[in-house]
């Protein structure tokens, strides 16, 4: 019984790491109706950021932390600024492939370094041995990554439910004509959007990298990982993306920890968000909390 | 038509016939010809060493991938990111055979016109299956569902023993009447081989567009709703342009297998199907020609590439990765730079060259 309290935990854990790298892509598509495929590159600089400002600079943990979150805020925003501006209207084909192409042109950046072929760790700064609770255990860095998750998200509801920027975010995924018309400035909320995600994408980057270690291949690995988390929300729900995020945890520990090896099998907890992906796709298109707009052919 | 027949200013259709000719001009089919001869030549008087004969042929199975690519992506308007998966699936199809007969049995070395064919058919049964989401989905979700096909192939082939668990699956050597094509000859006789694939294909591909069943792919990308209302179902459409998709990706993966003699699954990744979509895009989505551009100048800019950062590689300290880097860089680049500025790809500037030519000396 304890093995699947501990499956419990570790799919919470890693479904609120999902569900906060998905938060960026559902803060982008909500605003700007753009799928960010650069999302996992994002991550991994802002994780990256983090490390060099730690263990380089030696500047406390927590500091890097905000400084990394500033700094890919203005990232991101260059990077809607610079690209994705001049594509508004454009068909979504390109969109999707000025993301992908930006993605690819940041991985060249990284490799450029030497964390991209490199395997780097933080320094740990929380006790070493784990917490448990009859038989149940959970690092510290675990507890502390989903309790700073938990928060972040609280806050970004926050932001988007009671903060005037947040109200006219909205205001601009619901009708962006309706929002012009009362003074909202449309691109500069695109902008603020990225921003956001930018920040949001540098925080999961640290926490994934306080988790799993700092590798490039696994922190960009979430920037399709996250596809079928943001589809079984709902594409523009923020709510969808925390639950979907922690189901999808939940299903991927549950498929690595009973399905492996037992029939067989083995890296199920791959694969499992694919297929369920295209199992939601066939009955429920628009998600779990994602507004109805899919027509039927 | 006018009374030149080496010059046209313009189209002076009277029928529809004459809209459905191959060869507008005598110019565009002495251009042609000129240009088959070329291609068909230059390998007796130039030879070229093996390395580079293999980079040639790899460009043109790409050609034969991204001109499946540009039916269902560039003519029907329906985003794959599982195109690698396809061309997968046509390799695994040849593999499949080498593993169940052993890598020389008759049918592999033989019959091999009959195995790219066979996996062309492969791939357009697995296109037609992969397709049906397309009934449902448009769009970013049709995309991310080609995206969820193309990471559920890489599992299966990296799970299953019968696919050797993604490592290279061996395939023999072929025959031709000359007998056993040796060592020396294999990336030259597959020049051949390929080119006339590509020919035929080709050929295929522009007549389609001009019948009944190109043009629903033209009509169900503008408008679905308008070419439901013409008679056109929509939904079979999108499926068999899928299908389509499926058959010269297969044809593709047959020959990739054939050329490396050799199916392994890192030819068919993620990466890979961004990178035809790439070349579709550099190209010119939604042309014939751009498919034959696009991977020409891919494929020819990594290679560059891979010669600069080499170069550049030996005064850098060595700690900079500048060769992994290189690659990734400028590819995203390129991408990015063409969607910006070219969105209609090096087709676009092709149909600059030609109008120009058309009115030369003169000018509007």
């Known amino acids: 019984m304890s093995y699947f309290f501990q499956i419990v935990v570790s799919g919470i854990v890693v479904g609120s790491i999902y569900a906060l790298a998905a938060l960026g892509l559902v803060l982008v598509y909500k605003s700007s109706r753009v799928a960010n495929f650069a999302h996992g590159q994002i991550i991994a600089a802002g994780a990256f950021i983090t490390y060099f400002l730690t263990v380089t600079l030696a500047i406390p943990i927590f500091f890097s932390f905000l400084a990394s979150m500033i700094i890919t805020f203005f990232l991101a925003m260059s990077v809607e600024r610079i690209f994705l501006r001049r594509l508004i209207g454009e068909p979504i084909i390109s969109v999707i492939m000025v993301t992908i192409g930006l993605g690819s042109i940041l991985d060249g950046l990284i490799y450029l370094t030497p964390f991209g072929s490199e395997n780097f760790s933080f320094p740990t700064f929380l006790p070493h041995e784990p917490l448990s609770f009859g038989g149940v255990s959970i690092s510290w860095t675990q507890l502390v990554g989903v309790i700073i998750t938990f928060i972040l998200i609280g806050?970004?509801?926050?932001?988007?439910?009671?903060?005037?920027?947040?109200?006219?975010?909205?205001?601009?995924?619901?009708?962006?004509?309706?929002?012009?018309?009362?003074?909202?400035?449309?691109?500069?909320v695109f902008g603020l959007a990225w921003a956001t995600a930018g920040l949001s994408a540098a925080a999961a980057g640290c926490i994934i990298g306080n988790i799993t270690g700092l590798n490039f291949d696994t922190l960009h690995s979430f920037g399709i990982v996250v596809f079928p988390v943001i589809i079984l929300g709902g594409l523009d729900s923020i709510l969808g993306a925390v639950v979907a995020g922690i189901i999808m945890g939940l299903i991927q520990q549950f498929a690595s920890g009973y399905l492996d090896g037992n029939f067989g099998l083995f890296g199920t907890g791959d694969v499992?968000?694919?297929?369920?992906?295209?199992?939601i796709l066939l009955f429920k298109p628009h998600g779990l909390f994602g507004i109805h707009e899919i027509e039927r052919v | 038509m006018s009374a030149n027949t080496w010059l046209a200013t313009g189209n002076f259709y009277t029928t529809y016939k004459q809209e459905q000719k191959t060869f507008f001009t005598s110019l565009d089919r002495s251009v042609f010809t000129f240009f088959l001869i070329i291609l068909f030549a230059w390998p007796l008087f130039f030879p070229l060493s093996n390395k580079f004969m293999l980079v040639i042929d790899n460009t043109l199975i790409a050609v034969v991938a991204v001109m499946g690519l540009n039916l269902v992506t560039g003519f029907a308007g329906l985003i794959s990111i599982g195109h690698a998966a396809f061309v997968g699936i046509g390799a695994y199809t040849v593999a499949s055979f080498c593993r169940t007969?052993?890598?020389?049995?008759?049918i592999i070395t033989h019959f091999w016109p009959l195995m790219i064919i066979l996996s062309g058919l492969v791939g357009a049964g697995f296109g037609a299956i992969v397709g049906l989401p397309a009934l449902r989905l448009k769009h970013l979700y049709l995309a991310i569902a080609t995206l969820s096909f193309q990471m559920i192939f890489q599992w299966v082939i990296n799970f299953m023993t019968f696919f050797n668990q993604g490592q290279t699956i061996s395939v023999g050597r072929v025959f031709w009447f000359t007998g056993k094509v040796g060592r020396k000859d294999h990336y030259f006789f597959w020049y051949y081989a390929i080119l006339v694939v590509v020919i035929l294909l080709g050929f295929g591909f522009r007549n389609l567009l001009k019948t009944r069943y190109g043009r629903c792919l033209i009509a169900v990308r503008d408008n679905d709703r308008a070419a439901d209302a013409m008679g056109i179902n929509p939904g079979l459409t999108k499926v068999y342009a899928f299908a389509l998709a499926g058959f010269f990706a297969g044809v593709a993966g047959a020959l990739h297998a054939y050329v490396y003699r050799g199916v392994g699954f890192e030819s068919f990744t993620l990466h890979e199907s961004i990178g035809y979509l790439a070349m579709a895009i550099v190209g010119g989505l939604g042309t014939l020609n751009g498919s034959f551009w696009?991977?020409?100048?891919?494929?020819?800019?990594?290679?560059?590439?891979?010669?600069?950062?080499?170069?550049i590689g030996q005064y850098l300290p060595s700690g900079m990765n500048l060769t992994t880097a290189m690659k990734p860089f400028t590819f995203g680049l390129v991408i990015v730079l063409f969607l910006m500025y070219e969105s209609r790809g090096i087709a676009n500037w092709w149909r600059i060259t030609k109008s120009y030519t058309k009115l030369w000396p003169f000018r509007y």
């Open chain 1, 155 to 188: 806050g970004f509801s926050w932001f988007f439910k009671k903060s005037t920027v947040g109200i006219s975010m909205r205001a601009v995924s619901d009708d962006q004509f309706a929002s012009m018309s009362v003074g909202i400035s449309v691109p500069k």
């Open chain 1, 272 to 279: 499992m968000p694919y297929i369920i992906l295209l199992i």
């Open chain 2, 294 to 311: 696009g991977p020409v100048f891919i494929k020819f800019l990594d290679l560059q590439m891979e010669h600069l950062s080499e170069a």
């Open chain 2, 101 to 106: 007969m052993g890598d020389t049995h008759i």
